[in-house]
């Protein structure tokens, strides 16, 4: 039996990948991860560039595919990204960028204990 963290993940998507088999979800979870792990890092590089159109983009993008993988925590603090990006607000943009990683840590946890 799974358990879906509602905090994190969007309990009808992940139902939905539970459906493909662990084996699927585990390789999309990792898929998901690395790309995620990388769009971290560009914005972060963006932030300290001061680019926020560049924040914009990537955190648009990374939004897009947290919702997609469920991963709604991740996907509702990357709309704050984008929101404060495009108010100009860098130090709340700041902010946020550096609890993305920790937030990503808990999400790929969730998600371990959902299809584990």
């Not at 879906?4 to 084996?23: K, Q, R, V």
């Amino acid at each position: 039996m799974s358990i879906i963290d509602p905090n994190l993940l969007d309990a009808e998507t992940i139902s939905t990948f539970l459906e493909m088999g662990n084996e699927v979800i585990a390789s999309l979870v990792d898929l998901y991860i690395d790309n995620s792990t990388g769009e971290i890092e560009n914005m972060v590089q963006a932030a300290r560039d001061g680019s926020m159109d560049n924040i914009k983009k990537v955190a648009h993008s990374l939004k897009g595919a947290s919702l997609n993988m469920g991963a709604s925590a991740m996907g509702r603090l990357c709309l704050e990204i984008e929101r404060n990006a495009r108010e100009n607000n860098l130090e709340g943009v700041r902010e946020q960028i550096n609890r993305l990683s920790g937030l990503l840590e808990s999400t790929r946890q969730a998600y371990l204990k959902t299809y584990a």
